[in-house]
């Protein structure tokens, strides 16, 4: 359970800050050469990175402090998860990937960048958010919340960020620390 919870909130730091690193040490120079013939390449590159950096900030920021047990805390990263991740990440996610394809559809080849860089750039997008969101829906969250809500008894643990009432969370016992 703890694993998955740690997995879970270093894919929530990779998707915040892979593409502000990449943007600046890999492709800046050469996308901004270019942003006269191709505009939708810089602009897809830029609302990526930018996009990621404050859409997945927030749960990459809360991660750490979930290790310190407030059901409160946890709670929220919960919430967090589900509504910035899901929502909030499913709608960059598929502005990035439709930008992307007008990227393909309008691109003139340069040196910096063909058809193809950008080809493969669009499919390493896609297996970073879709692949890594499928992949911690169905064998992360479930344990990672879990442990979050280990606190509670068990029949009022299954919160999930959209369903039951995470209210008064804050006048729970943690852990050994009974009032």
């Known amino acids: 359970m703890r694993t998955a919870h740690i997995i879970l909130g270093s894919i929530w730091w990779t998707l915040a800050y892979l593409p502000i690193t ?34 997945y900030q927030l749960p990459a920021i809360i ?3 979930t ?4 059901l409160s805390v946890n709670q929220f990263y919960i919430l967090v998860n589900y509504w910035i991740g899901l ?24 040196s910096n960048a063909g058809r193809g860089i950008i080809a493969i750039e669009l499919i390493t997008y896609l297996t970073f ?6 992949f911690s829906s169905f064998f992360l969250e479930p344990k990672a ?14 919160y999930d960020g959209k369903s039951g009432n995470p209210e008064g969370s804050e006048n729970q016992p943690i852990g050994f620390v009974a009032l």
């Not at 890999?26 to 404050?54: A, C, L, P, Q, V």
């Not at 290790?67 to 407030?70: L, N, P, R, V």
């Open 129 to 134: 958010t879709v692949g890594l969101a499928v």
């Open 22 to 55: 990449l943007w600046y040490t890999w492709r800046r120079e050469g996308i901004r050469e270019d942003k006269d013939e191709n505009t939708w390449y810089h602009w897809t590159w830029n609302f990526m990175w930018m996009s990621h950096y404050f859409v």
């Open 67 to 70: 290790f310190f047990g407030s």
């Open 145 to 158: 919340y879990e442990y979050l809500e280990l606190s509670l008894p068990k029949n009022q643990r299954g």
């Open 63 to 65: 991660f750490p402090f």
């Open 87 to 110: 929502f909030g990440g499913g709608i960059i996610a598929a502005i990035t990937t439709v930008a992307f394809i007008i990227t393909l559809a309008t691109h003139t080849d340069t």
